[in-house]
């Protein structure tokens, strides 16, 4: 069965390391939000929390948004529901994001191609840690 995100999916996992979590969340360790992003940090990938309610996430400062980050953004992974990732997905095209990446559920093709046209690489509706892992 062939993948049509998989050479992307594999090119995001090898080539980008620094991943900024929009929607980073410390509250349920049991959560997505918190577990992969921790998962990915434990595998040398540079996580910054983005959280306007938290001022520190794993360890790191966390930024209010994707703007607020100061350092350059290679991949934008977004916690947000699909209704909602539109403006997250802007603000990641606005920061110089190199992708965007939609966890398990999350799909927004009018935003997706937003960010495709403005160069970024999209993955949707995959977790990053899942991929990494069967990546290893």
């Not at 080539?15 to 434990?42: E, I, M, Q």
């Not at 966390?62 to 603000?91: C, H, K, M, N, W």
């Not at 990641?92 to 939609?102: M, R, S, T």
């Amino acid at each position: 069965m062939s993948d049509p995100q998989g050479e992307t999916i594999h090119h995001i996992l090898t080539n980008f390391h620094t991943v900024a979590v929009v929607g980073f969340s410390d509250r349920d360790r049991r959560a997505a939000a918190f577990y992969a992003p921790a998962y990915l940090k434990g595998k040398g990938y540079t996580v910054i929390p983005v959280n306007p309610r938290l001022t520190m996430g794993l360890n790191r400062p966390a930024y209010p948004s994707l703007a607020d980050v100061p350092t350059p953004i290679d991949v934008a992974l977004i916690y947000q529901a699909s209704e909602r990732v539109g403006p997250f997905v802007d603000q990641a095209i606005a920061a110089g994001a190199k992708a965007v990446w939609l966890p398990i559920g999350v799909v927004d093709e009018a935003a997706a191609e937003r960010a495709r046209a403005a160069g970024l690489l999209v993955v949707m509706d995959r977790c990053m840690m899942v991929e990494h892992k069967h990546m290893e």
